[in-house]
Structure formats: structure tokens, C-alpha cells
């Protein structure tokens, strides 16, 4: 009952140092988008695009291997992971910079790097190739919404016998020896069952959710400090009291950066927030739902998006919601009017049109998400982040599995096939192969 609406064909327009870039759906037309730019680097950018597949071929074995047990995944992880150890160990700089010494085309090539959370001199291959391979076929968007991914999927969850539990914080998980048997909520009342499984993050589950010392004893702790958190974000929502059409917006995203070096930005801009924005992230979500005017006549919204350290925020961490204060809402307000440049400056018509506007921080993403740093992609995804053969759907304690964009990567697809492989952990069978069977 899920439905997706197919972003135009140039999904992405990405604008670095004031030069513009389409990225086009499909192989052919990315690679001729980028040849128009890059006439003298097609060799490099045709074995760009092969790495890539090979990557995301190669990724088959190495999240095969994660779904099964961890004695048996060590026997297997020579045969299934090689071929994608080796390319997730090098980060996407040392990659893409052996094709090619032009750093206008390597800073294009890794333009998207804000879906996944890190540069190219951090972030592994393998996270930039899973991401790049995805939008090869361009972009989609749920009709009615982010929310019809829940609302469909309740439904079959309790055809099946389940059932949801909303405003229902768990506490703890409910050990007994070593063994989970149910959680405990925040009101006290416990849910017993025969598995458990978190998705609520490794670091919450270990860290936070295991009772007394477990999670020391079982060496847990010491793993979770090999692994840090993403950056955190800033967002800015907007309403606007037109309709995407009238306002001449499109559906395009829009990647803003002020040169051509991601990692040198990020560097400048940690050590000194006046510098420029290392990223904006422009999104237009109603006009990539060909329900919302059906819905929500005469209206627009607007997303923008950057990367913000949860530092920054951390001194108001324990104050309320809606009410941290006039020096919180300051930073604030400095963001917003950051973010309008960048609009204004693509969309000067924009300029007065804005009828509600909201801006969130990391600690917003802390207190809705529970996430401790305010991280927008979970676990951060760098080569050692794919070297722990610990993450993996199974946990030292018996009928505790993990799930969620800690164990197979960031985002929508990567949340959903980290759900396959847990259920194909706690079941012992391949749902891969049953899925592509049935398609």
C-alpha cells in the first residue's frame, strides 16, 4: 500500500563555489552529465561508476555474513566479505583520488555526501558507493508523506498478531542469566516475549537499555568506544501560503557548497562557525508529493538542512523543550537567516513569501530521536566502522538481536534491509533470495 513518486530526472542540482552540476537519473545520463563538465576525465569517471558497482555487489556477501551467527560468520567472512573489506577500509578520498587528480571532479563525485554524514577524507567507500549506486536510478518520494511508511506497515504488523505502543519509552531490557525476556516501560509496566530486538541505536541498547553491569561484563562498553556518533544537524522547516507551482519551486534537491574541498570546509567552519556553510541541503518535500495540493491547497514547505557538532548546543542540553532560553534561541535564529540567504540567493522570489518558519537543532533529534549526541545518521560511517564484526543483527545475550541503521548503513534502505537481515538471523533463512523470487 506504500506508493513512491518518481523525482524528475535530475534529482540532484548541486551548486559548489557558485558552479552548477545536474545529477541525472539513470548511468548513462549521469556519466554524460559529468562528461559535459569533465571532457578530458572519462576514463576516470567510467571506472568511478564500475567501482561503485562493484561495491554495492560486493556488499551482498558482507551484510550476507552478518546474518549469520557470529562462530559461523568468522568461517565465512574470508569467502563472503573480501572483495567489500577491501574497498570499505579505504575512505572515499583515498578511492576516488587514485582515478583522478582533478579535485573539482572529486569534489562533485562526493557531492552527496551529506547523506550519508561524512567527508571524503572520513567517510569509507563503502557508505558513498551504497548511497551513489541508489540514486543511479534517482529518487523517490512517498505519496502523502514520510508518515505512510509507518501507516502501511501498521496494518500488516497487526494482521500478523502484533501490536503498536506509542508515548510507551522502554526503561530496560529484561534479562534473566543471560537471556532477554521483555522490557520493562518507562511506567513500569513489563512486555514479556520470547526475542526482543532493538533498533533504538547500539548505543542506547548497550549503553543505556541492558540492566546493572552487563553491558561491562559482556565487553560491550569497551566495543562502543571503538565507534562514534554522526554529526548532529540544524534544520529549518518552512510553510509558505502558495502552492509549489504557483512558486515555481520544482522537486530537485539542491546541495550547496562554498569550494570544492568538503573536508577542508568542515575543518574551517568547526573551528570557527562564522566561516561559511560547509553544506545546504535544500529540499522542497510538497513538491515531491503529488497529494499534497489535493490535501493541503495553496501551500508549500521547504526544508533546509546543515551540520551542526552537538557541542555547540551541549550547554542547554538539560533545559526544557521550547524553553532553553533567549542565548539558544539566538543561535538559532542566526541559522535561519543563513539558511534564507542560501534560498534567496537560488529563489529571490521566495523573499517575503515565507508564511511559518521552525528551526531544529541536535538537541531536538535528542529529544524526539533519543539519540545521546543529537546524531543524525546513527553510528558514524567510517572504515572502522566496517571493520566491528560485532555489528550484527545477534548480541552476546540469547534472544537480544540489533537492528536499525547501526548495523547495515544510514537512511531509509539501509534501516529496512538491516530489518531483513535481523529476520533472517532470528528465522535462519535467506529472505534475500525469497524477496528477489517474488519480484
Not at 495553496?298 to 551542526?308: D, P, S
Request: net charge neutral; aromatic share 12%.
Amino acid at each position: 500500500e506504500l506508493h513512491w513518486a518518481p523525482m524528475p530526472d535530475v534529482y540532484d542540482k548541486v551548486i559548489i563555489a557558485g558552479e552548477p552540476y545536474d545529477f541525472h537519473k539513470g548511468v548513462q545520463a549521469f556519466r554524460d552529465g559529468l562528461a559535459s563538465h569533465f571532457p578530458n576525465e572519462l576514463t576516470a569517471i567510467d571506472r568511478y561508476i564500475d567501482l561503485v558497482f562493484q561495491a554495492a555487489r560486493a556488499a551482498q556477501g558482507f551484510f550476507g555474513e552478518r546474518a549469520l551467527p557470529q562462530w559461523l560468520g568468522t568461517f565465512a567472512r574470508p569467502f563472503m566479505s573480501r572483495k567489500f573489506s577491501k574497498l570499505a577500509s579505504q575512505t572515499t578520498y583515498e578511492v576516488i583520488a587514485s582515478l583522478t587528480d582533478n579535485q573539482k571532479l572529486l569534489g562533485v563525485l562526493t557531492a552527496q555526501w551529506g547523506d550519508y554524514g561524512l567527508p571524503p577524507r572520513d567517510s569509507s567507500f563503502a557508505i558513498h558507493a551504497m548511497v551513489a549506486k541508489h540514486y543511479f536510478d534517482g529518487g523517490n518520494y512517498p505519496i502523502g508523506g514520510s508518515s505512510q511508511i509507518a501507516e502501511t506497515i501498521e496494518p500488516i504488523i497487526e494482521e500478523s498478531g502484533g501490536a503498536i505502543f506509542v508515548k510507551a519509552g522502554v526503561e530496560k531490557i529484561l534479562i534473566r542469566g543471560r537471556k532477554a525476556i521483555g522490557v520493562r516501560l518507562e511506567g513500569g509496566e513489563e512486555i514479556l516475549a520470547n526475542i526482543v530486538i532493538s533498533n533504538a541505536g547500539v548505543p542506547n541498547t548497550f549503553g543505556k537499555l541492558l540492566p546493572g553491569n552487563l553491558a561491562v561484563t559482556q565487553g560491550l562498553l569497551k566495543k562502543l568506544a571503538v565507534v562514534k556518533p554522526s554529526y548532529g544537524h540544524v534544520c529549518l522547516y518552512l510553510g509558505l501560503q502558495k502552492s509549489a507551482m504557483d512558486l515555481d519551486l520544482g522537486s530537485a534537491n539542491y546541495w550547496i557548497y562554498p569550494d570544492y574541498d568538503h573536508d577542508l570546509n568542515i575543518k574551517k567552519y568547526i573551528n570557527d562557525p562564522a566561516n561559511p556553510l560547509p553544506v545546504t541541503y535544500i529540499s522542497f518535500p510538497s513538491a515531491k508529493d503529488p497529494s499534497w495540493e489535493a490535501r493541503h491547497p495553496n501551500t508549500a514547505t521547504i526544508e533546509i538542512l546543515g551540520f551542526a557538532p552537538y557541542s555547540w548546543f551541549q550547554q542547554w542540553e538539560n533545559k526544557p523543550w521550547r524553553n532553553r532560553g533567549d542565548d539558544y534561541q539566538k543561535i538559532k535564529d542566526e541559522f535561519s537567516d543563513r539558511f534564507l540567504a542560501e534560498l534567496y540567493n537560488i529563489y529571490p522570489h521566495l523573499d517575503g513569501q515565507v508564511d511559518f518558519s521552525e528551526i531544529s537543532t541536535p538537541l531536538s533529534t535528542r529529544y524526539f530521536c533519543n539519540y545521546e549526541r543529537g546524531e543524525i545518521y546513527g553510528l558514524e560511517h567510517t572504515p572502522k566502522r566496517f571493520q566491528q564484526t560485532w555489528l550484527r543483527p545477534q548480541t552476546p545475550i540469547r534472544n537480544l538481536f540489533l537492528t536499525g541503521q547501526d548495523i547495515v548503513s544510514d537512511g531509509i534502505g539501509g534501516a529496512l534491509m538491516a530489518g531483513v537481515l535481523t529476520a533472517s538471523a532470528i528465522m535462519k533463512k535467506n529472505l534475500v533470495k525469497d524477496i528477489i523470487a517474488r519480484t
